[in-house]
């Protein structure tokens, strides 16, 4: 099993900056990619960023360019930076731990942005 906790989650103003945290444990030698999604209000998940164990990444169209998702292997733990927020990117963000057929998520965390 895995286990995957996010952090760091508030509220920001429009152009502001906020970072997430998401911290794995447990058999984490059995996940390759480490991503992020979000669901805003009454709308359904929807993905946002990932990065491989490679370093390899990709991102979801609205994101690029503001958005950075990085990993600390020491650390265990994966990053999402975001800048120049918006208010549509209010949602609460998930962090996804991904494995072959297996996937962990955690509880999520809220980021509001306010216009």
């Known amino acids: 099993q895995v286990q995957v906790v996010e952090s760091g989650g508030g509220l920001v103003q429009a152009g502001g900056s906020l970072r997430i945290s998401c911290a794995a444990s447990?058999?984490?030698?059995?996940?390759?990619?480490m991503g992020w999604y979000r669901q805003p209000p009454e709308k359904q998940r929807e993905f946002v960023a990932f990065?491989?164990?490679?370093?390899?990444?990709n991102y979801e169209d609205s994101v690029k360019g503001r958005f950075t998702i990085s990993r600390d292997n020491a650390k265990n733990t994966v990053y999402l930076q975001m800048n120049s927020l918006k208010p549509e990117d209010t949602a609460v963000y998930y962090c996804?731990?991904?494995?072959?057929?297996?996937?962990?998520w955690g509880q999520g965390t809220q980021v509001t942005v306010s216009s």
């Open positions: 447990g058999s984490i030698w059995s996940i390759n990619t």
């Open positions: 990065i491989t164990n490679g370093g390899s990444t």
């Open positions: 996804r731990a991904q494995g072959g057929l297996r996937e962990f």
